[in-house]
């Protein structure tokens, strides 16, 4: 995996068959189709709502107003293909402890099963370690057992905290020491 920081502060990590880098504004389709095609016992504020947000354009204009940071979520773009086929990184949610980012990914349904998030995510942690930081979160759902095997072949454990919602099911958290 190679890695490097573009002279404007722009993360673009490269492994054998992808490129995480930042997101061109021409990929907001890419996001909306991701916001389309989630599970429905996520909740509502992550997926369409009944107005049709985030719209194409509310999309974009995160796109546009994203600045660089050692933490975010990065394109996901095969190389082969040149494709964007969604998204991996690290952002700050706010569960795990005072800096401990989260590692997220999510990928477009037509490329699921092929080894793309765990190969993501390596790199995503492997720039973690490189950065200095001592461990990452995650958080997954529990019905979710593609992200939970995912999480499990990169070395993260549960460790046995969980937020129960009664509708859309529990929120398992694990850890992993870089």
């Not at 599970?39 to 974009?60: K, M, Q, S």
């Not at 072949?153 to 992993?176: I, M, Q, S, Y």
Request: net charge positive; charged share 30%; glycine share 8%.
């Amino acid at each position: 995996m190679a890695g490097d920081v573009t002279p404007g502060g722009r993360v673009v990590l490269e492994t054998d068959r992808l490129v995480l880098r930042p997101w061109r504004v021409a990929e907001a389709v890419v996001q909306r189709e991701l916001w389309t095609e989630r599970d429905p016992r996520v909740p509502p504020h992550r997926r369409i709502d009944a107005e049709g947000r985030p719209t194409l354009a509310d999309l974009e204009e995160w796109i546009r107003a994203a600045r660089p940071s050692s933490t975010g979520l990065l394109a996901v773009e095969r190389r082969s293909a040149r494709d964007v086929i969604g998204y991996c990184g690290l952002i700050d949610s706010g569960r795990g402890a005072d800096g401990e980012p989260e590692l997220a990914f999510e990928l477009l349904r037509r490329v699921w099963g092929q080894g793309y998030a765990t190969e993501a995510s390596w790199a995503v942690v492997d720039r973690a370690r490189s950065c200095g930081y001592r461990r990452l979160w995650a958080t997954v759902w529990d019905w979710n057992t593609a992200s939970r095997r995912v999480l499990a072949k990169l070395g993260f454990t549960e460790t046995g905290r969980r937020d129960v919602h009664p509708v859309h099911g529990t929120t398992l958290f694990a850890t992993r020491r870089l």
